[in-house]
């Protein structure tokens, strides 16, 4: 067992883990935290993507032992007060449709949003390619991004 | 209460955004695995890692001894009680439908398979202690080849053999057709096996109580469905069983199953007494989620050299997998319909021949049967345009079904209600620009350019609403084809509605609050959706081959016209009127010609719930149910067109557009509709492009993660156009088809059409799916090395 302390959306937590616990199913099962889903176990779906320390990751290929002193930011922390301007966008553009998905989509949206503020549409895709959706066919996530880079929505 | 209840406009057509939305973007979810109960087990199993093999011994002792493990069983420990997962669909009178225990005890059929399951306190215990369970094989052959399977001598996966079934279909005179047609082609395709892979894995958790009630979560299309298996094949009583679809992230038809997982969770919790949770890794699921496609595919088209289709003979091989599933053999049967899809001809046969493997099981995977014989008819349609000299869109004009001639009776006897071919077209050639692409590819292929254009054209219709009771019947089928819906009008004059058709990410709330407003004329936020629960809507026939609007919305609206013929009669009592003289109009009962005088349907509701004053013998109460069991499946329809660049050299394709026109009848919410179009477009994109399930030669499964087994990003996928015709269906009162299936029933046969149209003047008239860079390149090689580009035969 290691001994970690990791800041979750705001709230800290001091906690015995065992060193091969996956970040997710700390979030998900020791702090109650199911707003992060699990979509694969190669970290290819991306369904996982939360922030640490500002930069998103997937919460499946960290451990949470390598969480410790970090402060992480998941989909049920984005909003502050308001809506995160993605959560709205998402809305708005029908970037949803089983919701799976989205909780990793928005927020690896959030860090490309962060490094690049008015992507293009192929800037968007290639920044999104890590986040599988079966549903949407992507085309409304890419305006709902669009939208909440502010750079307007035209289909 | 408000009586200013002034006509609003209709929410029916508006792009309302959705209620689901708020929960599933903020994180405040309801999937399955996030479900804690206390005591919580987690099961995890053992699985075969043979395709073929005998079980000499399992033995689970070791594994009781690990660290948290609080039972472990083999597939004997259950042998009295796991009975055999149902298949519901014995197509044949002489199928062949193996016994299919939930877990193996005798033999394995397919990698993965359940041989055994550890029961510990949390899922790395579980996880662990697998290793210590001690099976034993004799490996056998595996059989992975269709067409080898069914030789004399080869392995058999079951004793009976490896055929289930042969089923076929005539109609005219194919015989004649052929005979007297001066032009007959012939072709082989492929369905490559598809995994789903939705993007929530499947989970279960099962919970008996010390009464012997069972709840069984489930992140499942079908929880009525499941109830009802759960007690009329494993022998629980229906009364003790409570199923729950919570949140549910996609199906596809993947979570249209009774599984064995689930009955193994029911019975284990019940064994231990306490509730047990199973949630797959994706790497698991993709080996023993069902699989999806899967067939070979003859077809053979008579024409005149006019471009008149004459005839069209199709002769199918279906794998079914290791076993029969829920509706495992009945998916090619619904392709069966569809071969001759909008065309006119004098004859059509039809055989499918249902073989086994030592896989997977296939079953319903989106469109189930449909994209298989769409995809075959528009790529054949291209192949006689070629053979003609004629353009491919003027040869489908030559031969489809004119708007002037509907409700048509199609060589394959079912009856479309309605369609306008000629306007999507129209519309799709304009939106793509068809005549200045073809003049482009024109000049491309004039300057030799190593990176050709091509087109691709896919004027499809489908069968959704799945379905008149009375033809699943003559079907074979083990079900009827109803939906039922409840509304509950609230003393407050707020409405429930309880729908059992079960949503998993479509929407239903949204769509269904915007039906009842308009019939009922209370506002959309007035209204709350309930489903998937079966304490809560206790009667369902769930969510599948598009049909919760076409069959469960119609039912909603049905149960909302009784509402309302209760209200009038209450009215009626109150306003000291004829009932005969009320009307019904906006929301407000009134006196024919005086509407200002009226109540609002909520003031009568309230009435109800007082009920002090009501007339001799009324029932106080506005609440109604209705079950509604169609007369006709619904045809919703539209051309696709996709415009792909190919690079010759390296075989890479690019979709440089994408237009789609889809008629999907009256649309009650159009950005809903919007995104199940994109989505399915590019689920049949995927299957054109991408995906393929893969077994090596010993029956292994090599594509078991998303690494391997290549499910799109956004960066893999085009830009989509999209637009619609509207030819409402004649079939039901809200006038709506189907849109679910209808983008990847379309879009696959567009981008392989496209691909090949940019090979054809290589010699190229097919390229086998997914279209790869490397299947593509060879295609060409091939093409190039010995003129053998050619499909005429087999492959």
């Not at chain 1, 906690?15 to 889903?37: A, F, I, N, Q, S």
């Not at chain 2, 003027?394 to 708007?403: A, G, P, S, T, V």
């Given at each position: 067992m290691a001994s970690?302390?990791?800041?979750?959306?705001?709230?800290?937590?001091?906690?015995?883990?065992?060193?091969?616990?996956?970040?997710?199913?700390?979030?998900?099962?020791?702090?109650?935290?199911?707003?992060?889903?699990?979509?694969?176990?190669?970290?290819?779906?991306?369904?996982?993507?939360?922030?640490?320390?500002?930069?998103?990751?997937?919460?499946?290929?960290?451990?949470?032992?390598?969480?410790?002193?970090?402060?992480?930011?998941?989909?049920e922390g984005l909003a502050n007060g308001e809506w995160h301007p993605l959560q709205e966008a998402f809305k708005t553009e029908h970037a949803l449709q089983c919701g799976y998905c989205t909780p990793g989509m928005i927020m690896a949206a959030a860090d490309l949003l962060r490094t690049n503020s008015h992507p293009s549409d192929e800037e968007i895709r290639d920044g999104l390619e890590g986040n599988l959706c079966r549903c949407t066919g992507y085309e409304n996530i890419v305006r709902a991004v669009r939208r909440a880079a502010g750079a307007g929505v035209t289909p | 209460m408000t009586t200013d209840t002034q006509a609003a406009a209709p929410e029916v057509g508006k792009a309302r955004l959705r209620k689901e939305d708020?929960?599933?973007?903020?994180?405040?979810?309801?999937?399955?695995?996030?479900?804690?109960?206390?005591?919580?087990?987690?099961?995890?199993?053992?699985?075969?890692?043979?395709?073929?093999?005998?079980?000499?011994?399992?033995?689970?002792?070791?594994?009781?001894?690990?660290?948290?493990?609080?039972?472990?069983?083999?597939?004997?420990?259950?042998?009295?009680?796991?009975?055999?997962?149902?298949?519901?669909?014995?197509?044949?009178?002489?199928?062949?439908?193996?016994?299919?225990?939930?877990?193996?005890?005798?033999?394995?059929?397919?990698?993965?398979?359940?041989?055994?399951?550890?029961?510990?306190?949390?899922?790395?215990?579980?996880?662990?202690?697998?290793?210590?369970?001690?099976?034993?094989?004799?490996?056998?052959?595996?059989?992975?080849?269709?067409?080898?399977?069914?030789?004399?001598?080869?392995?058999?996966?079951?004793?009976?053999?490896?055929?289930?079934y042969e089923w076929v279909f005539e109609q005219g005179d194919p015989i004649a057709a052929f005979r007297d047609a001066p032009v007959v082609i012939e072709r082989n395709y492929r369905q490559q096996r598809l995994i789903p892979c939705a993007m929530e894995p499947r989970a279960v958790v099962a919970s008996t109580d010390v009464?012997?009630?069972?709840?069984?979560?489930?992140?499942?299309?079908?929880?009525?469905?499941?109830?009802?298996?759960?007690?009329?094949?494993?022998?629980?009583?229906?009364?003790?069983?409570?199923?729950?679809?919570?949140?549910?992230?996609?199906?596809?038809?993947?979570?249209?199953?009774?599984?064995?997982?689930?009955?193994?969770?029911?019975?284990?919790?019940?064994?231990?007494?306490r509730p047990v949770k199973w949630t797959e890794s994706r790497s698991e699921g993709n080996l023993t989620v069902h699989h999806g496609r899967d067939q070979w595919q003859r077809i053979r088209i008579a024409a005149d050299r006019d471009g008149r289709v004459r005839g069209l003979d199709v002769d199918l091989l279906a794998d079914m997998g290791a076993y029969l599933?829920?509706?495992?053999?009945?998916?090619?049967?619904?392709?069966?319909?569809?071969?001759?899809?909008?065309?006119?001809?004098?004859?059509?046969?039809?055989?499918?021949?249902?073989?086994?493997?030592?896989?997977?099981?296939?079953?319903?995977?989106?469109?189930?049967?449909?994209?298989e014989a769409t995809f075959a008819i528009e790529r054949i349609m291209d192949e006689l345009a070629v053979e003609l000299g004629m353009d491919p869109l003027?040869?489908?004009?030559?031969?489809?079904?004119?708007?002037?001639?509907?409700?048509?009776?199609?060589?394959?006897?079912?009856?479309?209600?309605?369609?306008?071919?000629?306007?999507?077209?129209?519309?799709?050639?304009?939106l793509f620009r068809y005549d200045e692409l073809r003049a482009e590819q024109e000049a491309r292929r004039a300057s030799g350019d190593p990176v050709q254009l091509g087109i691709g054209i896919s004027t499809f219709t489908e069968m959704c609403g799945l379905a008149p009771s009375r033809v699943l019947?003559?079907?074979?089928?083990?079900?009827?084809?109803?939906?039922?819906?409840?509304?509950?009008?609230?003393?407050?004059?707020?409405?429930?509605?309880?729908?059992?058709?079960?949503?998993?990410?479509?929407?239903?709330?949204?769509?269904?609050?915007?039906?009842?407003?308009?019939?009922?004329?209370?506002?959309?936020?007035?209204?709350?959706?309930?489903?998937?629960?079966?304490?809560?809507?206790?009667?369902?026939?769930d969510t599948y081959g598009s049909r919760s609007l076409t069959v469960g919305g119609i039912a909603l609206a049905g149960a909302c016209d009784k509402v309302i013929a209760k209200a009038k009669k209450l009215a009626a009592h109150v306003m000291e009127a004829s009932e005969n003289d009320i009307e019904f109009t906006a929301g407000r009962l009134?006196?024919?010609?005086?509407?200002?005088?009226?109540?609002?349907?909520?003031?009568?509701?309230?009435?109800?719930?007082?009920?002090?004053?009501?007339?001799?013998?009324?029932?106080?109460?506005?609440?109604?149910?209705?079950?509604?069991?169609?007369?006709?499946?619904?045809?919703?329809?539209g051309t696709h067109l996709c415009a792909t660049e190919v690079d010759t050299e390296t075989g890479r394709v690019t979709i440089r557009s994408y237009v789609a026109v889809d008629d999907v009848g009256k649309v009650v919410n159009p950005l809903i509709v919007e995104g199940q179009v994109h989505g399915g477009i590019v689920q049949g994109i995927a299957q054109a492009l991408y995906e393929e399930a893969v077994y090596d030669d010993d029956g292994n499964l090599l594509t078991t993660t998303l690494a391997d087994y290549l499910v799109p990003s956004a960066a893999d996928v085009p830009t989509i156009t999209t637009d619609r015709t509207e030819t409402p269906a004649t079939t039901n009162p809200l006038g709506v088809k189907g849109v679910g299936e209808a983008g990847t029933i379309a879009s696959t046969p567009a981008v392989v059409n496209a691909i090949v149209d940019a090979l054809r003047p290589m010699g190229i008239n097919d390229v086998p799916m997914p279209c790869t860079p490397e299947h593509v390149w060879r295609a060409i090689q091939a093409a190039r090395d010995t003129g053998t580009g050619q499909n005429g035969g087999g492959q």
């Open positions: 970690i302390t990791v800041t979750v959306d705001g709230v800290k937590y001091s906690d015995e883990v065992e060193p091969r616990l996956l970040l997710v199913h700390y979030l998900r099962e020791r702090l109650g935290k199911t707003g992060t889903p699990v979509g694969c176990d190669t970290s290819n779906c991306g369904a996982c993507t939360v922030h640490m320390n500002g930069v998103s990751v997937k919460s499946c290929a960290v451990l949470a032992v390598q969480a410790d002193g970090a402060e992480i930011t998941t989909i | 708020a929960r599933l973007l903020t994180g405040q979810t309801n999937w399955t695995d996030n479900i804690v109960l206390p005591g919580m087990l987690h099961m995890c199993f053992v699985r075969s890692p043979f395709a073929h093999a005998r079980i000499t011994s399992v033995d689970v002792s070791a594994a009781r001894g690990m660290p948290g493990v609080i039972a472990a069983f083999s597939g004997a420990d259950f042998a009295g009680e796991q009975g055999s997962l149902p298949c519901a669909w014995p197509v044949t009178p002489d199928i062949v439908i193996p016994h299919h225990p939930p877990m193996a005890t005798d033999e394995v059929r397919y990698v993965g398979e359940a041989v055994a399951v550890v029961v510990a306190r949390d899922r790395y215990e579980a996880a662990d202690a697998i290793a210590a369970v001690d099976v034993n094989y004799e490996p056998l052959p595996p059989v992975l080849d269709m067409r080898a399977a069914l030789e004399e001598g080869s392995p058999k996966v079951h004793e009976a053999g490896n055929k289930s009464a012997g009630e069972i709840t069984l979560w489930s992140s499942t299309q079908i929880p009525h469905v499941l109830r009802f298996a759960l007690s009329a094949f494993f022998g629980i009583p229906e009364q003790n069983i409570r199923v729950i679809a919570p949140d549910v992230g996609g199906g596809f038809g993947s979570k249209l199953q009774v599984t064995a997982e689930e009955v193994l969770a029911v019975l284990v919790s019940s064994k231990l007494r599933m829920l509706v495992t053999p009945g998916v090619p049967l619904l392709g069966a319909f569809m071969f001759p899809a909008i065309y006119k001809m004098d004859a059509y046969s039809f055989k499918c021949t249902g073989v086994f493997s030592t896989k997977m099981p296939t079953d319903a995977y989106r469109g189930a049967g449909r994209p003027q040869l489908r004009e030559r031969n489809w079904i004119k708007h002037d001639e509907f409700p048509y009776t199609t060589i394959a006897t079912l009856v479309y209600d309605s369609g306008n071919y000629e306007a999507a077209t129209a519309r799709a050639r304009e019947g003559s079907l074979s089928y083990g079900a009827g084809g109803w939906e039922h819906a409840s509304v509950r009008m609230l003393p407050t004059g707020k409405v429930e509605v309880v729908t059992g058709s079960s949503a998993h990410g479509q929407g239903h709330e949204t769509a269904w609050s915007q039906i009842v407003a308009d019939k009922l004329g209370i506002p959309f936020e007035d209204i709350r959706v309930l489903h998937g629960d079966t304490q809560v809507s206790h009667k369902g026939m009134h006196v024919r010609g005086d509407p200002a005088q009226g109540r609002s349907i909520q003031e009568i509701a309230l009435a109800t719930f007082a009920a002090h004053d009501l007339p001799d013998g009324m029932e106080p109460s506005l609440d109604s149910d209705h079950t509604y069991d169609p007369d006709n499946f619904s045809f919703p329809h």
